[in-house]
């Protein structure tokens, strides 16, 4: 708990500005180990102006961004599978391609996911800890 409370003194107000702007209120939503909400990282979370969601379900791929852009290139990877089989060097073309396609194609859902976190955590509890349709 506390390295973490100093990466986040050190680091977290540099990624913030950078990857959201100066006029930024940041949400976060964090993991539920035990060791990350204890009185000292929240304390230097406050401190950097970031507001950490509390109140929703432990478990939820809604809310981690990462499974949604998994999905994203895993529906890729399906649409352009081939009708033969293919060797590791053609998988590595094509899924090199797939992830620069995703990249290309939808950035900008991948951002608004990253971007709304508060609203995907509401409509999480509403579903009280089911997928979501977004």
């Not at 539920?32 to 990282?41: M, V």
């Not at 499974?67 to 090199?96: Q, V």
């Not at 194609?105 to 979501?132: F, I, M």
């Amino acid at each position: 708990r506390w390295n973490y409370a100093k990466i986040v003194a050190k680091c977290f107000p540099g990624w913030i500005r950078s990857a959201m702007g100066r006029r930024a209120k940041p949400i976060m939503v964090q993991d539920h180990e035990r060791a990350l909400w204890c009185d000292e990282p929240r304390d230097a979370m406050r401190e950097c102006g970031i507001e950490l969601l509390e109140n929703y379900p432990k478990c939820s791929q809604d809310l981690n961004v990462i499974e949604t852009a998994w999905r994203e290139l895993r529906e890729r990877l399906y649409e352009t599978e081939p009708t033969e089989m293919e060797d590791r060097e053609e998988f590595i073309k094509r899924l090199r391609l797939a992830v620069a396609w995703v990249n290309r194609n939808r950035r900008s859902y991948l951002r608004h996911l990253c971007r709304a976190q508060k609203e995907r955590a509401e409509e999480v509890l509403d579903q009280k800890g089911g997928r979501t349709t977004n």
